[in-house]
């Protein structure tokens, strides 16, 4: 597992190349081997995961009557949108790269991608965190989350760019495959799941 220091070093890199400094590449283990430790995002991220599992939780009985309970299954399922939510884009991202001849570059997108998703999951809690314990400020809330939306698309965007080119057609369409199916495969996986709140 990836230590503190290295996922400093990791996400100075990120900044780096959102800045379009292309030293940023060197902070970046772009190999294989780092594409499969990128994964250890997930473990880093599981505190902001937890918390917005704990959201979702009380989301879901709201929409219930009285008495509902939530057990260990209720947090697996989670789990599972959760999962697919980290691997679906990936697997989508990698059909794309070998179809149009850039399977060179997977690997680096999948290391940009893991490691950019942990400070966009600490994001995500702590709005999730003003939510839960300042309900009155809802509205400012939505307003951050959908600024937070806009700086990933960006951030994506940017990062692509650095990691494929100056192709501007194929770093957008690498950008809504990223995003797009995931939200989607999300809300049926939770309606099928039965975790959808309402």
Request: hydrophobic share 60%; net charge neutral.
């Amino acid at each position: 597992m990836p230590t503190l220091k290295e996922v400093e070093f990791y996400l100075r890199g990120l900044w780096l190349l959102f800045k379009q400094d292309p030293s940023g590449f060197s902070y970046l283990d772009l190999s294989d081997r780092g594409a499969m430790r990128s994964f250890w995002a997930i473990l880093w991220a599981l505190p902001a995961i937890l918390i917005s599992f704990a959201w979702w939780r009380l989301l879901y009985l709201q929409g219930r009557p009285e008495g509902t309970e939530t057990g260990a299954v209720f947090f697996f399922r989670l789990a599972l949108v959760e999962a697919s939510n980290w691997l679906f884009p990936l697997i989508l991202l990698g059909v794309l790269c070998w179809t149009i001849g850039i399977g060179e570059k997977f690997a680096s997108m999948v290391v940009v991608t893991n490691w950019l998703a942990l400070p966009v999951s600490y994001s995500y809690g702590l709005l999730v965190l003003l939510m839960m314990f300042v309900p009155g400020l809802a509205g400012i809330v939505a307003l951050l989350w959908f600024l937070l939306m806009i700086t990933v698309i960006a951030a994506l965007f940017r990062i692509m760019r650095m990691v494929v080119g100056e192709q501007l057609l194929m770093v957008s369409t690498i950008v809504l495959i990223l995003l797009v199916p995931s939200m989607i495969i999300a809300e049926l996986l939770e309606r099928y799941l039965g975790v959808y709140p309402g």
